[in-house]
């Protein structure tokens, strides 16, 4: 079954917990991390993924786009996150192993990310170390911007991998995920799909769910 991870970046940040629970049917709570160094905006950190977790039962997935994740990883694992995903473009091959090692020290699940201009190929160097891996069909940064299709080849290359190399690895997808794209991201092969406003701005935010999952 394909799973959704509403983002909470479109939810209203004075009324969180009750955003939360209207994502209830969901299968995570997608956390974007921005230090306004990797990406070009500032948005949430620990303080705030720690007052998040006594508020559901569902898994949180970090989404961290800061500069060397390593140093902040175990943190966010303290604070809730079950899995946390780093860059591979926000250190170097070597930190991006620790970062990974250190979130499995914690007993959580860890991911990488690649933004568009990244090719395939980066993620081979931590296949068949990761739960999951991450391609963003947007520029990170930012929500609410339009899907990029021309990433879909770079979704099914990478899909073929971890199925040769890692079949437990999930196959995530993040930025411009709508009741439309959906099904192209599914046929390419992703089974975890991350939408903020197609999920917030809609009238029956189940009803959403459902039909994201194609």
Known sequence: MVKIAPSILSADFANLERDIQRISTA?????????????????????????????????????????????????????????????????????????????????KKAGIVLKPKTPAEAALPYLEKVELILVMTVEPGFGGQKFMADMMPKVSTIRAWIDEKNPDCELEVDGGVDPETCKVCIAAGANVLVAGSAVYKAEDIPARIAALRG
């Open 27 to 107: 299968d995570y709570v997608h956390v974007d991390v921005m230090d306004g160094m990797f990406v070009p905006n500032i948005t949430i950190g620990i303080p705030v993924v720690k007052s998040l977790r006594p508020t559901t039962t569902l898994p949180m997935d970090v989404h961290l786009m800061i500069v060397q994740p390593v140093r902040y990883v175990e943190q966010f694992c303290d604070a809730g996150a079950d899995l946390v995903t780093v860059h591979v473009e926000s250190d170097t091959a070597e930190n991006i192993h620790a970062a990974i090692d250190k979130i499995h020290a914690k007993g």
